[in-house]
C-alpha cells in the first residue's frame, strides 16, 4: 500500500472509541497518506505498507495530537494589573468599579487591529502547539458590536491559516453586556439575534454559537433567544453554564442539543441528566476553578455515573484563567477534580473533539481521520497527567506533517 509517511516502533494510545480504556498498542506502526491516517495499529498486522519517508520513533509515545475546546485566545490588552490589586485585597467590583474586569479587555480589543489581535494571540497559541496541540478552539466575546466580534472571529481564523494547527471559531456575542446597552440586555440580545449572528453566519466565520447564561451573565430566556438564531442559520450550540449559581443552563443546552456545557461548578442532578440524554459533552474547565479559588466542585461522580463524556480544556482567558498550557489544566483535572488518568487524556482528544462537533476528523487514531500526531518521550501515558510545568513532546505532525 502506497502511503507518504510512516512511523514506526511507538507505543500508542489511540483513544480509538471502538477500544477499551486508551486503546493501548504495545508495537504499533502509523502510516499517512493525504494527510489522512491510512493504517494504525500493531506493526505485526500492518499491511504492506511503501512509504516515502519512514520515522523511528524507538519506543516514544504516540497519542492523537491534543484538542483545546474552550479558549478565548482572542483578546487584547492586559490584566495582569488586577492581578496584583486583588493580591491587595480589592474585590472584583472595586476593580470593575475602576473600569477594569471585562469591560476592560473590551475597550483594549475593540481599539485593536486584526492584526494586534493575531500578534497578541500568535504567543499564547504558540505556546499550546509546543505541547502537541493541534486543534484550538476560539471564542469572540470581546468585542460585542458586529464589526468588533467579526474582526475577532477573522483573526482566529488567520491564526489557524498561519500555523499548523486547526482553528476552531464559536461567537460569543452574549459574553457579556457592552456598555451601548447598559439597562437594555433583551436590546443588545436583539442586535444579536438580528444583526450579528446573521452577519458572521454569513460571513462563515463562526463554527458554533456560544453564550454566558449567568447571573452577571445572561439569563436562561436570553440564551434560548441566542440558541434560536442559531438554529435558524445551522449553527451548533455550547453554553458557559452553571460556573457561578445554578440557573439551570445545562438542561437548556441539552434540550438545544448542544455540543458541550462548559465549567459546571453548581450543576445538580437534573442538569447531569439531561445532558446524559442529549449526549452533550460536560468541558471541565480546572484553570478557572484554581485561579479564581473556587471551592464548589464540579459534580464528577454524577456525571461519571450518567456516562456523560468530560473533557478538559484551558478556558485561556485574561480575567479567570491565564494558563496557556493544556498539559497543566491535565494535571489539574486530577489533582483538584479527582479525574482518573484515562478520564483525563480521553478529556483532551476523544471528548474534546465531540465538544467540537469533529469526532469524525480528529481526536483518535484511527484509519480515515486526520494525522494529527503528538510523539512524546515518556515511559507511561500517565506522565503526560502527573508532571507539572514539564513538556515531554518529541514530535508534533498536523495532518501528516
Ligand atoms: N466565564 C469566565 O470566567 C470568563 N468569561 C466567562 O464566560 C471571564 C472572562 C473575563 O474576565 O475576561
Ligand atoms: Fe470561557
Redesign the pocket.
Known sequence: MRCDKIWTGARLATMAADAPGLGLVADGVVAARDGLILYVGPAADAPDLDAGETISCEGRWITPGLIDCHT?LIHAGDRSHEFELRLQGASYEEIARAGG??AS?VRATRQASEQDLVDAARLRIDALIAEGVTTVEIKSGYGLTTADEARMLRAARRLGRERSVRVATTFLGA?ALPPEFVGDPDGYIDMICTQMLPAIASEGLADAVDA?CEGIGFTLEQTARVFDAAAAHGLPVKL?AE?LSNLHGAALAARYGALSADHLEHLDVAGVAAMARAGTVATLLPG?FYFVRETKLPPIASLRAAGVPIALATDC????SPLTSLLLALNMGATLYRLTVEECLLAVTRNAARALGLSAQIGGLEAGKSCDLAIWDIERPAELVYRMGFNPLNARVWRGQ
Open positions: 478565548h474586569g471585562i479587555t459574553h454566558f458557559h460556573q478557572a482567558n485574561p480575567g479567570t
